[in-house]
């Protein structure tokens, strides 16, 4: 699968393999994080959620994984499909506040 | 389709100009968000209403504006637009107040800025 160790702008994968998208969020307040898809031409997408309180957060095709002694997430797609193509943001957001803060986000591209 | 409308697709003005720009929420619920993407910015949150309140703001211009009226639907006022407002500007909209809620987003509004 491709995969990532920082955060990178574009993310290049071959159909059917594993994608590892990388998120470095800001506040160490932070207690809920949020992966968005975001199409061209649409808004962003909710795709899964993960509270502080969990390490790993599993939904079909995607896992988040969450690292809050580095304050990184990471969004893994599962057998990567044309569809998949996208932008991907993270979303992070501190008790108590209502808005969500997102990183810069990682175009993904997949090769047929 | 997430529920959320907005109006206009496009728009296009001239610097110095005025421009509103429409949101109506999914069906149920109370809150709206209005977010600013930008090129060299990503997306930045503007201002939350709940309920007909103003309950947040973030980078929000003096220049804009906002308001939810009675039937909850947004209106995001820009006056006296500069280049740099060019952007895509979205609404996103949520069932409660607190910032757990799944926060779902219209297709957004292409402002240029000539």
């Known amino acids: 699968g491709e995969s990532v160790g920082l955060h990178l702008p574009t993310l290049s994968v071959q159909e059917g393999d594993n994608s590892i998208i990388n998120c470095a969020y800001s506040?160490?307040?932070?207690?809920?994080f949020i992966w968005y898809k975001q199409e061209s031409g649409k808004g962003p997408q909710f795709i899964i959620d993960?509270?502080?309180?969990?390490d790993k957060r599993q939904g079909q095709r995607v896992t988040v994984l969450l690292n809050k002694t580095v304050k990184h997430l990471s969004l893994q797609i599962a057998a990567t499909q044309p569809g998949d193509s996208a932008v991907y943001f993270c979303?992070?957001?501190?008790?108590?506040?209502?808005?969500?803060?997102f990183g810069a986000g990682t175009t993904v591209t997949v090769r047929a | 389709d997430s529920g959320v409308t907005q109006t206009p697709k496009h728009l296009i003005t001239a610097t110095g100009q005025r421009v509103t720009l429409r949101c109506s929420p999914r069906?149920?619920?109370?809150?709206v968000y209005w977010y600013q993407q930008s090129l060299d910015q990503g997306l930045q949150f503007l201002i939350q209403?709940?309920?007909?309140?103003?309950?947040a703001k973030g980078n929000i211009l003096e220049r804009f504006s906002a308001q939810q009226f009675p039937d909850l639907h947004s209106e995001l006022n820009l006056s006296s637009l500069e280049l740099g407002d060019s952007a895509l500007y979205f609404c996103?909209?949520?069932?409660?107040?607190?910032?757990?809620?799944?926060?779902?987003f219209g297709p957004g509004t292409r402002l240029t800025v000539t």
């Open positions: 993960i509270r502080s309180n969990m």
């Open positions: 209403y709940y309920n007909g309140e103003e309950r």
């Open positions: 979303a992070e957001i501190v008790p108590f506040d209502y808005k969500l803060s």
């Open positions: 069906s149920g619920d109370l809150s």
């Open positions: 996103a909209s949520s069932v409660g107040m607190g910032g757990s809620y799944e926060q779902y």
């Open positions: 506040n160490s307040a932070s207690d809920y």
